[in-house]
T-cell receptor, first 113, second 114 residues
Framework: GDSVTQMEGPVTLSEEAFLTINCTYT??????LFWYVQYPGEGLQLLLK?????DKGSNKGFEATYRKETTSFHLEKGSVQVSDSAVYFC????????????FGKGTTLSVSS | DVKVTQSSRYLVKRTGEKVFLECVQD?????MFWYRQDPGLGLRLIYF???????EKGDIPEGYSVSREKKERFSLILESASTNQTSMYLC?????????????FGQGTRLTVV
């Protein structure tokens, strides 16, 4: 069945370091791909999304490119801040009625000053 | 802005109690979801509903039931709470899936069963 695999954490970085969180997926058809972020004590919120191959989603300095050939959607940021400390979830939608988003297990990012 | 509101942020219940978790959304979304979040396991789908009075089992429905009598409200019911149901519960809603349709989440309910 459809699934999402993302790198295990925690990821610990110093402020201004480069961030990559890997995400790969398995899906039939042409899914949409998402990155959600969960700050401490809060629910999930959408960070960025991409709906077709080679699309790049971007928001708040984060980017991810939908790579169909490698079935990947890696999250990157050039210079992380302490305020980026959170849990990041990769997810996919099959775009079909009657289905739910499929999530990866989440990656905890901790940024220190 | 879309708002998904869960009735409680924190709940403490006793083993064997019947527990109701309520979720309301204000964007006329057709789909509503209940997930539980546990460390190391990520988000796991319990139940979802794609229309009023309709429900579908997710990955871990055992020990839970749901109710959707009105479009805006989706309730999760723990028929007889057990300690292994101590978890963070997240409600979400979305419109009918099209390219890039996202889900909107509530703040979560942290349930402790003692």
């Amino acid at each position: 069945g459809d699934s999402v695999t993302q790198m295990e954490g925690p990821v610990t970085l110093s402020e201004e370091a480069f961030l990559t969180i890997n995400c790969t997926y398995t899906a039939t058809g042409y899914p949409s791909l998402f990155w959600y972020v969960q700050y401490p004590g809060e629910g999930l919120q959408l960070l960025l999304k991409a709906t077709k191959a080679d699309d790049k989603g971007s928001n708040k300095g984060f980017e991810a490119t939908y790579r169909k050939e490698t079935t990947s959607f890696h999250l990157e940021k050039g210079s992380v801040q302490v305020s980026d400390s959170a849990v990041y979830f990769c997810a996919l939608s099959t775009n079909q009625a009657g289905t739910a988003l499929i999530f990866g297990k989440g990656t905890t990012l901790s940024v220190s000053s | 802005d879309v708002k998904v509101t869960q009735s409680s942020r924190y709940l403490v219940k006793r083993t064997g109690e019947k527990v109701f978790l309520e979720c309301v959304q204000d964007m006329d979304h057709e789909n509503m979801f209940w997930y539980r979040q546990d460390p190391g396991l990520g988000l796991r789908l319990i139940y979802f509903s794609y229309d009023v009075k309709m429900k579908e089992k997710g990955d871990i429905p055992e020990g839970y039931s749901v109710s959707r009598e009105k479009k805006e409200r989706f309730s999760l019911i723990l028929e007889s709470a057990s300690t292994n149901q101590t978890s963070m519960y997240l409600c979400a809603s979305s419109s009918q899936p099209q390219l890039g349709t996202e889900a909107f989440f509530g703040q979560g309910t942290r349930l402790t069963v003692v």
